[in-house]
């Protein structure tokens, strides 16, 4: 297992979506009839809950604890990640974000517009369900899948958030926009795998160099209880991630 810390200006950002249970919440008993306010809640994330299989070949976690001390200061909550459909801003304090024992909590009154207007009557009508998010990560932890662990996938736990960018009300989770996100954890992984290969192909180098002799032999020792320096070992999924693109490269160029 590989803990990262990384410097925030050097990261990419992030969209993850979350089924949640997005809800209006009800005005006070005796207030008209107990009908509903225009405050739409939510989760945008939810503690240690795994993810499904990401980009073919992680799943994810979020820690409890890795909002806390987030820099929320800016965060719009918008309809689909479109700027231009804004519904609220913590910067404005329209919009309420709290981490909780579940997960990070929203809350924002549905404006007095068309699309204010349009998010209540698709919320109440269960159109809309799922909430997005984007973020910026400084740390987290990874345990790679190989051959001794038989783990099918990598798995990855974020330990701290360092910025939420935005929130947002979706209709279907936007994986398309995460591509250069997890293209820039692929980066990260190759530079973590070519570092510890150098690191133990340097080790061998000394082993070989300082290799005991056996004085009744001349022959250089063996101890097969002696341990060796732990290689990693690239993983599986990552593999078979490989293998699917290059068979649709083939395809592609075949058609």
């Known amino acids: 297992m590989t803990t990262n810390k990384n410097n925030p200006s050097n990261c ?23 009908a509903e306010s225009r405050t739409i809640e939510g989760y945008a994330a939810k503690f240690d809950r795994w993810s499904e299989p990401i980009g073919g070949w992680f799943k994810e976690r979020i820690q409890r604890g890795a909002f806390d001390g987030t820099d929320m200061k800016d965060v719009v909550m918008c309809f689909n990640h479109d700027l231009n459909s ?63 662990n038989a783990m099918e996938y990598d798995e990855r736990t974020i330990l701290h958030v360092a910025q939420l960018r935005d929130v947002s009300l979706v209709v279907f989770p936007a994986y398309k926009d995460t591509e ?3 293209r820039s954890l692929e980066e990260r992984k190759a530079e973590f795998l070519k570092q510890h290969n ?58």
């Open 180 to 182: 250069a996100g997890i």
């Open 86 to 148: 804004i519904l609220a801003r913590t910067l404005s304090k329209t919009l309420s974000l709290s981490a909780d024992e579940t997960g990070l909590h929203f809350s924002f009154e549905a404006p007095h517009t068309s699309l204010g207007d349009d998010m209540l009557e698709l919320v109440r009508r269960g159109d809309i369900s799922k909430c997005s998010f984007a973020f910026i990560v400084d740390r987290d932890e990874w345990l790679y899948a190989d051959k001794k």
């Open 198 to 255: 150098d690191e133990n192909a340097n080790d061998r180098k000394e082993n070989q160099d300082n290799v005991a002799v056996d004085s009744s032999t001349g022959n250089p020792a063996t101890d097969q209880d002696t341990p060796t320096s732990a290689g990693v070992v690239q993983s599986e999924s990552r593999r078979r991630l490989a293998a699917q693109l290059r068979l649709k490269e083939r395809i592609n160029h075949d058609n």
């Open 12 to 34: 990419s950002i992030e969209l993850r979506c979350e089924a949640t249970e997005i809800c209006i919440r009800k005005l006070a008993e005796g207030n008209e009839k107990d």
